[in-house]
């Protein structure tokens, strides 16, 4: 089963700044197709925010950007605003679909 | 408009079993995977398992295999996660989602990625 690793575990920035969160796969992935990454804010349920490595989903800013393949993922926030302060999961789909465990930024 | 609304929540006693219902509508429930997904309190997402509405045919997370039952009802679009034998450690927000799929023309692909979730079921288990 693979393992995916988000660094940081945490991130501290202001809004405007950019934000690039990390995802690595414990070994190379079939397709880029499977990776996708979701935005958690409490209380709240997950929202899809990239399929497919690199597609935004529907209604997603296009501050917020997916790149990588193999073992390597990113989620790049261009610009943060004051709504993008939340929790942000990589997962890869499959007959076992697993998720990293996350990387909170929050305002410094 | 799409959505999967889910049963309310629960409490139960260690070595009870507990069952989660996932209504869908707004789309034909045959047509996309319903994946299960639960978070422990302040913990991060972890994957349970998923079904295929069309064939019943269940996929589950090792850690689960034995524990979990996952079936459908297409007659009434409704999924159903049963977890067996609870255990303190089971206590989380239990949440259903739909995998998305991009159609154009007569072809419809899967995103591999889940484009619609529950509200979540809290499933609380404590003596």
């Known amino acids: ?108 | 408009q799409v959505h999967l609304v889910q049963s309310g929540a629960e409490v139960k006693k260690p070595g009870a079993s507990v069952r989660v219902s996932c209504e869908a509508s707004g789309y034909t429930f045959t047509d996309h995977f319903l994946h299960w997904v639960r978070q422990a309190p302040g913990q991060g997402l972890e994957w349970v398992g998923r079904i295929n509405p069309t064939t019943g045919s269940p996929d589950f997370a090792e850690k689960f295999q034995g524990r979990v039952t996952l079936t459908s009802d297409t007659s009434i679009s409704t999924a159903y996660m049963e977890l067996s034998t609870l255990r303190s450690d089971d206590t989380a927000t239990y949440y259903c989602a739909r995998v998305g799929r991009l159609c154009s023309s007569n072809t419809c692909v899967s995103t591999y990625a889940f484009d619609v979730w529950g509200q979540g079921t809290v499933v609380t288990v404590s003596s």
């Open chain 1, 1 to 108: 089963e693979i393992v995916l690793t988000q660094s940081p575990g945490s991130l501290s920035l202001s809004p405007g700044e950019r934000a690039t969160l990390s995802c690595r796969a414990s070994q190379s992935v079939a397709s880029s197709t499977y990776l996708a990454w979701y935005q958690q804010k409490p209380g709240q349920t997950p929202r899809l925010l990239i399929y497919g490595a690199s597609n935004r989903a529907t209604g997603i800013p296009d501050r917020f950007s997916g790149s990588g393949s193999g073992t390597d993922f990113t989620l790049t926030i261009s610009r943060l605003e004051p709504e993008d302060f939340a929790l942000y999961y990589c997962q890869l789909y499959g007959r076992a679909t697993v998720f990293g465990p996350g990387t909170k930024v929050d305002i410094k």
